[in-house]
């Protein structure tokens, strides 16, 4: 992941205080999204959350109802009135890309640069199929290519009007698995080779994490939370947030003298809850992502300390990593199940018992009214 801006970078692309209704359903809900110069905003959320719809509003295939849209400081949308899309200076590139079957790559690219001379709009068309690799494809029509490859003209085609600002809505879910990592990762160059300002909307938590500088979570319509990647995965604002970006397992506790007791350990609770929640005897949920248990044979024990002590339910590997599902006492006469996420291949016999230590890290308190 890369660093997140040290300064705050020039506005590109700025929402502001922006609602929006289809009859009685409030798609969009008082959100205020900027998009600093060649900074990449990827809008996160389940579907339904209202992440299209604003991008449609930045795009003006939407007619804004409330708030205000600006393109490079420049009102395009709001009270005033508004620019009509193709004069906004946006590139667009869309999920099912929208290629004109009929046309060759190179005019297809050709279209959005009609009013330049002619060798004009075949010299920057050619030049942005050479950004995104397809120089040599310029001939071709639409049915001879691939998906990643129609993906990459529909980006050449946004980029060659050489736009301040780019909105991409699921530009790769088009795509198989292993495409679509190659794909977006070659986008990634690409669009920080041309510096331009994005704002690009997604459902799939790792790919925002890995495209985005920063990342805008949706909930209901609404602003959930906005920072780095780093920052959502390591410090979620919300149990929202920090079971969109990554699993958990979810317990629930009471906290006693600042800490809250969970079958892995006690955790203080500052530094984990947004505060509203240290009262004692307030009921909080506590989440702990799998990889946050570490296992290990109880004969590698610390000696002195007392291990928690989990009994094997099963094991999978997965590839990179295997699954192990414990169970542990509640500390209430019952069992409480968790799931441990190991790097590698590492699978314990069913009916074992392992030590657990928990990385506290990677466990999470917050209010248990906020969750439900
Ligand atoms: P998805 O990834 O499924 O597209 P999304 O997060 O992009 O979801 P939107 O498509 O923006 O969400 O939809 C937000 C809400 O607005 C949903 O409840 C949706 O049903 C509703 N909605 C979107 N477009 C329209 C429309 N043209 N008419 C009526 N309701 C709509």
Known sequence: PREPRA?????????DAVT??????????????????????CLCGPSGCGKSTLLRIAAGLETLQLGEVRVGGRMVAGEAGAVPPERRGVGLVFQDYALFPHLSVLDNVRFGLSALPADEQRRRALDALRQVGMGDHA?????????????????????????AVLLLDEPFSG??????EQVRDETLHVLKRTGAATMLVTHDPEEAMFLADRIVLMRDG??????????????????????????????????RGGTVDTPVGRLAVEGHACGCCVADGASVE?????????????????????????????????????????????GRGGTVHLHARMPGQFLPAEGSHLSVELDRTQAFVFPASVTK
């Open 7 to 15: 300064a705050v970078p020039l506005e590109a692309l700025a929402l």
């Open 20 to 41: 929006h209704r289809f009859g009685t359903v409030t798609a969009v809900d008082d959100v205020t999204v900027t998009v600093g110069a060649g900074e990449i905003v």
């Open 139 to 163: 001939d071709r029509f639409p049915h001879h290519l691939s998906g990643g490859q129609q993906q990459r003209v529909a980006l050449a085609r946004a980029l060659a009007p050489n736009p």
């Open 175 to 180: 795509l198989d698995a292993r495409l679509r």
């Open 222 to 255: 609404r602003v959930e939370q906005v920072g780095c990647p780093v920052d959502l995965y390591t410090r979620p604002a919300t149990a929202y947030a920090a079971a969109f970006f990554g699993e958990v397992n979810a317990l629930t506790g009471v906290v």
């Open 286 to 330: 506590v989440l702990i992502r799998p990889e946050a248990l570490k296992l290990a044979p109880l004969t590698d024990g610390v000696p002195g300390a007392l291990p928690t002590i989990a009994r094997v339910a099963a094991a999978r590997l997965l590839g990179r990593s295997s699954l192990v599902h414990l169970n542990l006492p509640d």
